[in-house]
């Protein structure tokens, strides 16, 4: 025995190697992609394919005729050169242009930003069984679905011209902060047994609601503008939802209330054509009971709604209401300073 143990040590000496020296951490990288081959790879895919936790994947300018599934992945970055300069054109015999997670497979701690996801199908980008993922400054142009994820952020982001719904999420938990969802059927729906929040976005023009709640999602929604859509914000199901601090006006309906839902609401600005509260049900009711003492009821005092210029004026009622310093998604204009 003691003359093994002599041999390994030797061994150990000649190499140079301690027992305790740990291998070598290897540098995170960053892969360039480029259609014209002036990159490391010319395709998206394989790219993501050869990066290593700790690795970014850079896309130069240009509109890409590909599409992108990113999964069994920790840890990676997908960076576009710019909103305005990097398109994903997605593929024409798939549905969807970006996937991150795929069944059974997740994705976790995962960072896509500064590019433009065209759809395909109806899909443009889906999230799947995944953890970690954040989506920032991206212009998503179509329907962006997630399902069975954990700890989505969405931040600054367009996400607009879907036929069915701007962001959708099943059994799933996410944040949503400084978006503008616009121009869909439905803004935002939240179902399953989801825990959503949305802080401070924007949301226009949507056919029906902005935002739904349904089955027993739980939802809440702080600080949120809500205009020009088809309705404001339908509570539906058996869902159970906080509403504060929101502008929902220049809609038809400001809340529709199922009875089956639990709400509460506090420090809302209302502005709605057919009314602010509404119980669901055939037909829908008024239910002014609903309304509390801290609402802010009347025109909010926009500076520009018919060119959707949503801040506030210095003069509007919906300043420094509660624990808000305003109302809505987006700061009040100071007052211009009188000139000599």
């Known amino acids: 025995m003691r003359n093994w143990l002599f041999v390994m040590a030797c061994l150990v ?14 540098a995170p990288r960053t892969i360039t992609v480029a259609l014209d081959g002036t990159g490391d790879f010319t395709s998206i895919q394989e790219a993501v394919d050869a990066a290593r936790k700790g690795d970014t994947v850079f896309l130069k ?12 992945k920790e840890k990676i970055k997908l960076i576009g050169a710019g909103v305005d300069k990097v398109t994903m054109l997605g593929r024409e015999d798939l549905v969807g242009v970006l996937h991150v997670g ?8 995962i960072e896509i930003s500064g590019l ?5 199908g109806g899909h443009a980008l889906g999230i799947f069984n995944g953890k970690g993922i954040t989506l920032r400054n991206l212009h998503v142009k179509g329907m962006l679905f997630g399902q069975q994820v954990e700890a989505v952020r969405i931040e600054d982001c367009v996400i607009g011209g879907s036929e069915t719904t701007g962001v959708q999420f099943s059994d799933s938990q996410a944040l949503l902060v400084g978006n503008v969802i616009h121009d869909n059927d439905h803004g935002v729906n939240v179902a399953g047994k989801s825990d959503v929040r949305l802080e401070r ?8 609601e902005a935002v739904v709640v349904n089955d027993k999602a739980k939802a ?10 088809g309705g404001g914000v339908a509570f539906l199901g058996a869902s159970q939802s906080d509403a504060s601090g929101n502008i929902i006006g220049l809609n038809k309906i400001g809340f529709l209330v199922a009875p089956s839902s639990r709400v509460t609401t506090s420090f809302n600005a209302l502005f709605n054509s057919e009314g602010d509260y509404m119980r669901a049900g055939s ?3 008024p239910a002014p009971d609903l309304r509390q003492a801290s609402d802010v009821v009347g025109d909010p005092r926009f500076v520009d709604a018919e060119r959707d210029d949503f801040r506030l004026r210095a003069d509007s009622g919906a300043l420094n209401k509660g624990q808000f310093p305003f109302l809505g998604a987006l700061p009040p204009v100071q007052k211009l300073s009188s000139t000599r």
């Open 283 to 285: 037909p829908n009711t």
């Open 116 to 120: 433009t996801i065209n759809e395909h």
């Open 13 to 26: 000496g000649l190499s140079g190697m301690s027992w305790a020296e740990e291998p070598s951490v290897v």
């Open 61 to 72: 300018p240009g509109a890409y005729p590909q599409d992108l599934t990113i999964h069994s």
């Open 220 to 229: 809440s929604l702080v600080g949120n503008t809500l205009v020009k859509n």
């Open 201 to 208: 976005n924007l949301i226009l023009r949507s056919l029906f």
């Open 102 to 109: 795929k069944w059974p497979y997740g994705a976790t701690d």
